[in-house]
């Protein structure tokens, strides 16, 4: 059984339906990028996926022993959580949250975890360090850790390199595309970046007027990624 698999899914928020007739499955390994204009519905379909939304028709079924509260989430920044207060290590340990049950504190294990991933992103010297007086590309470190210490199996991510330098970006990519294929873990990445969904990705899910499913190869020959070039749009 696929680790993820949405069928027939419509969308939308406040009431509103902006997705219909989404069909599409994620296998484990897998790296998928989502692409489309701004507005498509590419964030809230992230959202429902998650359980943070719930879908207005359709469904939603994860398989391989994947729990919908094992799925790690690296969500868009907004400026008032760039300024937060906490330390790094307080952040990333939050991470372990849904492994603790009804438990008032965190195990040994759990912060076994959290010294594991910070040390896997590179973060180790700044562990005590706040996160507000981070640069965005260490935040971007953090809240990945973070998101990892939730899962062995996948991870979402919402415009991971949004506001990073060219040098920040591509370590970034780096970073993800070592999660993916040393650690085998499922990859799905919302970026508004064509050419980097097409260097590393292997599957595309464009969504705008209608969408496309399919292999990096078949999205490179499909009309809707011309079309989306004919028609000047640069982001989504």
Request: glycine share 12%; net charge neutral; hydrophobic share 35%.
């Amino acid at each position: 059984m696929s680790l993820l698999t949405c069928r027939d899914l419509s969308l939308g928020y406040d009431g509103n339906v902006i997705l219909k007739g989404l069909s599409f499955s994620v296998e484990s390994g897998d790296y998928l990028c989502i692409v489309g204009e701004n507005g498509s519905g590419k964030s809230t379909l992230m959202k429902t996926i998650l359980g943070l939304l719930a879908p207005f028709g359709g469904s939603i079924r994860t398989g391989d022993g994947l729990q919908p509260d094992e799925i790690g989430y690296l969500p868009q920044q907004t400026v008032v959580q760039k300024d937060f207060p906490a330390s790094v290590w307080e952040i990333v340990l939050s991470g372990c949250g849904n492994r603790m049950g009804l438990r008032p504190f965190y195990n040994k294990e759990e912060k076994r975890i959290a010294r594991e991933n910070i040390e896997r992103m590179g973060l180790t010297p700044l562990i005590k360090r706040c996160y507000r007086e981070l640069s965005g590309g260490q935040q971007q470190r953090v809240l990945l850790a973070r998101a990892l210490c939730a899962t062995k199996k996948m991870i979402l991510l919402d415009e991971p390199v949004s506001g990073l330098d060219p040098k920040v970006t591509s370590g970034m990519y780096a970073l993800i595309e070592d999660l993916n294929k040393s650690d085998g873990i499922t990859v799905i990445m919302i970026s508004h970046d064509i050419g980097a969904a097409a260097k590393y990705a292997d599957h595309i899910l464009h969504i705008g007027d209608g969408y496309f499913f399919g292999t990096k190869d078949e999205y490179l020959k499909s009309d809707m990624y011309r079309g989306f070039f004919k028609g000047g749009e640069s982001d989504g």
